[in-house]
């Protein structure tokens, strides 16, 4: 599969968080976590579970750096 971002950060599945439609993610990304919020068929269309190896795909028009 071919895809245009390029923000590809692979990690593992830490915590999956289930709601009545959405869900949270939380991946360790090289000891830091990424959460996604994404809908609860999509877990199951994915299978996603903890200690599943995951890429989390970062697609973004804008980024803010706050110092």
Same mark, same amino acid.
């Given at each position: +599969?071919? %895809?245009?971002?390029?923000? *590809?950060?692979?990690? /593992?599945? !830490?915590? =999956?968080?289930?709601?009545? /439609? +959405?869900?949270?993610?939380?991946?360790?990304? *090289?000891?830091?976590? %990424?959460?996604? #919020?994404?809908?609860?068929?999509?877990?199951?269309? @994915?299978?996603? *579970?903890?200690?599943?190896?995951?890429? #989390? @795909? %970062? !697609?973004?028009?804008? =980024?803010?750096?706050? !110092?």
């Amino acid at each position: +599969m071919k %895809i245009s971002g390029r923000n *590809k950060l692979q990690g /593992v599945v !830490k915590e =999956v968080v289930m709601g009545t /439609v +959405m869900a949270k993610i939380v991946v360790d990304y *090289k000891g830091e976590e %990424i959460v996604a #919020a994404i809908t609860v068929d999509s877990i199951e269309d @994915l299978g996603l *579970k903890v200690g599943d190896e995951v890429t #989390a @795909l %970062i !697609k973004s028009t804008e =980024v803010m750096i706050i !110092k």
